[in-house]
C-alpha cells in the first residue's frame, strides 16, 4: 500500500511509521512526506529516509479552502493508499476530508471520546483521571470525532505534570499504536465501507 504522511512540526509519529517500514513491519511504503510548515524536523527525517517531501505552506494561501485544494493535488498525485495525519496541527475542510473518506487516519493524544482538541494532557491532569493514553481514527468532519480504531492507555501517576504525561503517551502509546493501525489498513483488516469502519469483517 502506498502511504502518504502528512505533518506540522517534529515528526516522531513519523519516525516511528519510517523505522516501522525499514523493519519490515509497516505494510505500507511511505511514499511522501508532506509538511504545512517550512523547516520542520519532520522533514529532515524524511530525507532521511530518503523519502519524498513537499512543502505546502498555508500561509501562502488566502483561504482555507485554497490551501485544502493545492494540499490535496500534492497528494492526489502520489495515488496513497492510505493518508495519516502524524501531528499535523491543521484543521482540514470538509471538501478535503470527503475526497480521501475512508483513506484518512489521525492519531489524537487522549483516550477520545474525551478531550478533542488542544492541551489534551493538562485536561486528563485537571480532571483526576486515573488513565489517559492516545488514540487512531477514521477523520470525518466532525473534529476528532471519526470512529476510533485503535486505542492505548497508561495510569496517570501522582507526579505526572502535563509534560511527563505528553512524553510518556508519545513514547509508551503513539509510536507504538500508528505502526500497527497502518499495516491494519494496509492488510486490509480495517476498512471503511458503506460510510463506516469495518475491523476483522465487524462495524467499528
Ligand atoms: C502528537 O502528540 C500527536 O498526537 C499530536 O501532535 C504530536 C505530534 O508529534 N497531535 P510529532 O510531530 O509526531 O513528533
Known sequence: ARLVVLISGTGRNLQALIDAQALGQLGAEIVHVVSNRPGVQGLDRAAAAGIATTVVDHKHFASRDDFDAALAEVIEASRPDIV???GFMRILTP???RRFEGRLLNIHPSLLPKYRGLHTHRRALEAGDP??????HFVTEELDGGPVVLQGRI?????DTPETLARRVMEEIELNIY??????MADRRLQWRDGQAWMDGDPL
Open 84 to 86: 495519516v495525519l502524524a
Open 95 to 97: 471538501a478535503f476530508i
Open 131 to 136: 488513565w489517559h493514553g492516545a488514540s487512531i
Open 155 to 159: 495510569n496517570v501517576g501522582s507526579t
Open 179 to 184: 505502526p500497527l493501525a497502518v499495516r491494519w
